[in-house]
């Protein structure tokens, strides 16, 4: 039988070490922008919407961005929620084909 109360806190201390710069498609840029919009957790982006934080970084831009940053940050806040996301779902241009209704 499975308990979930240990297996809700593995979850948690799972999400707890991971660092923003461990999930796939996070780099450098990512990186920065999380830093201009609060995030500097993993755990931060538990309740985050992508479409949200992208028009977030638009504004603190001052500018238009590419859609994949949408794409970028919403693989982001899966992994966050799931780490054991399947690997696929990790990557930004999984999230892409969604956005674009191509899935």
Known sequence: ???YDLAGAYIGRMIEQR???DLVSVGPATLSDFDDLGITEVEHLLDKNARELYEQM???KGQRL?????DVFR???????DPNLAPE????HY???VRKGDM
């Open 1 to 3: 039988m499975i308990d």
């Open 19 to 21: 660092k923003l710069i």
């Open 58 to 60: 638009q504004k603190i």
């Open 66 to 70: 590419d859609p994949c940053c949408e």
């Open 75 to 81: 693989a982001a806040i899966e992994q966050a929620r």
């Open 89 to 92: 779902k990790r990557v930004w």
């Open 95 to 97: 999230w892409s084909k």
